[in-house]
Nanobody, 127 residues
Framework: QLQASGGGLVQAGGSLRLSCAASGFAFASGSYSVAWFRQAPGKEREGVSCIRSGSNGSTYADSVKGRFTISRDNAKNTMYLEMNSLKAEDTAVYYC????????????????????WGQGTQVTVSS
């Protein structure tokens, strides 16, 4: 089970940190890919960032590179998305997702392979 939190209303240029708490499995073991996705009204769900088990290899959508940072705390069994320099176009519902496969970084931003999804947290950036 995945539980996303940390969304809210922030002014453009501000920061937020999203959390995704996992239960029923441990980040410290096994093979998996975990990712953040977002979906704005009227738009398709898009991959934001993903991170895999083992190495700290991660990838980001071009639209968030240099502004967002994904991380994982194995002790807390929680994944984070640090979002800085937020823009109005970052406004969306953000979801965390997981698959028990260590996917290649060039495909881990595709939502279709992911099996487990959190409930989503709203991020609104005012301009």
């Amino acid at each position: 089970q995945l539980q996303a939190s940390g969304g809210g209303l922030v002014q453009a240029g501000g920061s937020l940190r999203l959390s995704c708490a996992a239960s029923g499995f441990a980040f410290a073991s096994g093979s998996y890919s975990v990712a953040w996705f977002r979906q704005a009204p009227g738009k398709e769900r898009e991959g934001v960032s993903c991170i895999r088990s083992g190495s700290n290899g991660s990838t980001y959508a071009d639209s968030v590179k240099g502004r967002f940072t994904i991380s994982r705390d194995n002790a807390k069994n929680t994944m984070y998305l640090e979002m800085n320099s937020l823009k109005a176009e970052d406004t969306a519902v953000y979801y965390c997702a997981m698959r028990f496969t260590r996917m290649l970084l060039n495909v881990c931003l595709d939502p279709s392979p992911y099996v487990y999804w959190g409930q989503g947290t709203q991020v609104t950036v005012s301009s």
